[in-house]
C-alpha cells in the first residue's frame, strides 16, 4: 500500500502529536520564500496576503500593526507585551517559526512559569510542522532547552516530558523512545504517551504493537478521535479489513467534521 505508507510518513513529520493527524491549519506555508523565520519576524515589512490568503484580513492587519509597535523601540515591558499578543496572532496565521521566536522574547522579559510553557509549546509547535531536517534539528534544541527548564522545576509534568522525548525522535530516536517508556512506567494510561507509541509503531512498520498500543488507549479515552483514526490505520496494516472498515465507521460517527469524514472516506475507499 504505497499510498497508505506515504500518508504514514507525511502524518509523523508534519503533524506528530496532538496538533492532529488531520486537522493541520490551512494557512501553514512551509516554503522557505514564504515563511518567515526569526530573523525575518524582526525586520519584514508586512505579512504578505497571498500565500496567507486563508488568513482573515484582519489577522494580518493586527499583526502588522503590533509588529510596527514592537519594532519601534518602546519600554521594554511594552515590547513584551506586544511579543506576547503576536504569539496568537502569527498562530492564526500559520506562521508557528514567528510565533515561537516572539513568544521567547515574552519569556525573557516576564521570566514567569506560564511564559516559559508558552515558549516551550510555540517552538514545539513549530518542531512538528517544520519540513525541513536542518529547521527541524533547530526547533528541537530551542524546545528541549526551554523543556529542560520546566522539568527541572516540575520532574512530574508528564505532558512536558511526553513532547521532549517527541523532539528527539529525528536525531536520537531510541533516546526519544526511551523518555515515552519512562513516561508510561509512571503512568501506564497516559493518552499522549500511548497514542505517540502507537503512532510511532505504524511508522516503525510494527503493526501489532501499534495496535495493541492504540487499543490500550481506546480503553482509556474512547472519544480519542485520533486515536481511533490510527487504530483502524494499524488493522489496514494488519490486512485485517472488517476490523479495519467497522473502525473508520466509528470515527465518522464520532466527529462530523468534513476533514474527519473525508479521512476516514479515503481509508474506506482503500479497502474497497
Known amino acids: ?48 496576503a497571498g500565500p496567507h490568503g486563508q488568513t482573515p484580513q484582519g489577522v494580518r492587519d493586527n499583526i502588522n500593526r503590533l509588529r510596527a509597535r514592537y519594532l519601534s523601540a518602546l519600554p521594554e515591558e511594552k ?24 513568544a521567547e522574547r515574552a519569556m525573557t522579559f516576564f521570566k514567569t512559569d506560564e511564559s516559559l510553557l508558552k515558549a516551550g509549546n510555540a517552538y514545539y509547535d513549530a518542531y512538528t510542522f ?19 527548564k520546566i522539568l527541572e522545576k516540575n520532574p512530574k509534568n508528564l505532558e512536558i516530558k511526553t513532547k521532549m522525548g517527541m523532539t528527539y525522535l529525528t536525531s536520537a530516536p531510541m533516546k526519544g523512545v526511551g523518555i515515552l517508556r519512562e513516561v508510561l512506567a509512571t503512568d ?30 481506546a480503553v482509556v479515552n474512547e472519544k480519542h ?3 481511533q483514526l490510527l487504530l483502524g490505520v494499524a488493522y489496514m496494516n494488519l490486512n485485517d479489513k472488517e476490523k479495519a472498515r467497522q473502525q473508520f465507521e466509528k470515527v465518522k460517527k464520532m466527529d462530523s467534521d468534513p476533514s474527519v469524514q473525508a479521512t476516514a472516506d479515503s481509508y474506506l475507499q482503500e479497502l474497497k
Open 188 to 217: 501506564p494510561n497516559n493518552e499522549l504517551a500511548l497514542f505517540n507509541m502507537g503512532m510511532l509503531s505504524i511508522q516503525s512498520g510494527q503493526y501489532p504493537k501499534a495496535a495493541e498500543w492504540l487499543e490500550k488507549l
Open 225 to 227: 478521535i485520533q486515536g
Open 1 to 48: 500500500m504505497p499510498m497508505l505508507k506515504t500518508r504514514i510518513i507525511l502524518l509523523v513529520t508534519s503533524a506528530l502529536l496532538i496538533i492532529g493527524l488531520f486537522l493541520l491549519p490551512k494557512a501553514v506555508v512551509e516554503n522557505d520564500s514564504q515563511l518567515q523565520t526569526s530573523a525575518e519576524a524582526k525586520t519584514s515589512g508586512t505579512i504578505p
Open 130 to 148: 517544520a519540513l525541513n531536517a536542518e529547521k527541524q534539528k533547530a526547533l528541537a534544541g530551542k524546545t528541549q532547552e526551554i523543556y529542560s
Open 79 to 102: 515590547n513584551a507585551i506586544f511579543a506576547d499578543s503576536l504569539v496568537s496572532l502569527y498562530n492564526q496565521a500559520g506562521l508557528f517559526d514567528s510565533a515561537a521566536w516572539f
